[in-house]
């Protein structure tokens, strides 16, 4: 049996941080508009040069602003990280 004790107090803040290979990511949500993304989020780097991509989710599936999916138009490891951590719906490729 789990007990919660709930007290009063302000809302609390957390991070969500993804490493991937040995370069740590810290993850925002961000508010998209609806007609443009139904989710999206940004990925900075964590230390060395601070890195930024914006991931989003619109009715053509999922884009990045990364050189790796700009270039070969597929999932790049931003996207793949977060549809394993259920951020993002995964792309079923038809069989």
């Not at 040069?49 to 990364?66: I, K, L, N, T, W």
Request: proline share 7%.
């Amino acid at each position: 049996m789990v007990t919660v004790h709930r007290t009063e107090r302000a809302a609390g803040t957390f991070r969500i941080t993804f490493r991937i290979g040995e370069t740590e990511y810290a993850v925002f949500p961000l508010q998209p508009d609806p007609e443009v993304a139904s989710k999206a989020y940004r990925l900075k780097k964590v230390g060395g040069d601070g890195a930024v991509y914006d991931v989003s989710q619109d009715r053509f599936g999922p884009q990045c602003e990364c050189l790796g999916f700009l270039r070969w138009n597929r999932p790049c490891k931003h996207i793949r990280t977060l549809q394993a951590a259920g951020m993002l719906a995964p792309v079923h490729s038809p069989e």
